[in-house]
């Protein structure tokens, strides 16, 4: 039973850590809970492009929220000019500081994007905390590059908080290629240690944020969300203004 509650809070942890999760190497059809090739006579004139800022562009990640759902998503990739994906100013319930797309002049970075059929649409809304966490809107993109199928416009969910702010500025993920950052890029480890260290946590930075984490750790992760949105950056300021 010991090596049970070991294994289960090992994975809880890695889940957090590992945000956003591996990439597929190429495009892919997420179909049956795995990715395939792309079909050659793929057609997404009935489908909806939502770009996957985070963890959506990982197969495993479409295998969690898409479970015990028939469906088959479409999922290509392209360059965009002068955006950048950073990290959000809240905490998952899984315990990662997830993503959020921002303006970002002269970045070119790596975008996935989701084509989605109505009822795939759905449990994706219900899956991004809509209304709490995210507000799904509309993106222009300036595509520099594409494999696949590239829209001119998509959907994205965007962090209702803003964007996470150390020393003054946001905080591109290392996990998402781009070129063109003007600060450093994180990974979530190095970003959830941070915080564990702002904390001034006595705990192991594994029991911190084990803490945080499912329901036993939501008041905890209210207060996290609470300062790091007290300092967020609203995207699309002149200056990057904190949220007020």
Request: aromatic share 6%; net charge positive.
């Amino acid at each position: 039973m010991a090596e049970d509650r070991r294994g289960g809070r090992n994975a809880a942890l890695a889940r957090a850590t590992d945000y956003p999760y591996a990439a597929h190497p190429e495009p892919f059809l997420f179909r049956g809970g795995r990715a395939e090739p792309l079909p050659a006579d793929l057609r997404t004139d009935h489908l909806t492009p939502v770009i996957a800022v985070g963890s959506n562009r990982a197969p495993l990640q479409l295998a969690r929220k898409f479970e015990r759902m028939e469906t088959a998503i479409p999922v290509t990739r392209l360059v965009a000019r002068d955006l950048d994906v950073v990290h959000a100013a809240h905490m998952a319930g899984y315990g990662a500081v997830p993503a959020t797309l921002a303006p970002a002049p002269g970045t070119e970075v790596e975008l996935w994007v989701t084509w989605l059929d109505a009822a795939a649409m759905r449990r994706m809304d219900a899956t991004e905390a809509v209304g709490v966490n995210y507000a799904r809107e509309e993106q222009a993109l300036e595509i520099v590059t594409a494999d696949g199928p590239a829209p001119a416009r998509a959907l994205v969910y965007n962090a209702l908080r803003g964007c996470l702010s150390f020393d003054g500025a946001m905080v591109p993920l290392a996990a998402v290629p781009a070129t063109g950052r003007r600060v450093p890029a994180l990974t979530q480890r190095e970003v959830l240690e941070r915080l564990h260290r702002e904390a001034g946590s006595t705990a192991s930075f594994e029991r911190w944020l084990h803490g945080h984490i499912g329901p036993t750790g939501l008041l905890r992760r209210k207060r996290l969300t609470a300062k790091l949105a007290a300092g967020a950056f609203r995207p699309g300021r002149a200056g990057g203004d904190p949220i007020s």
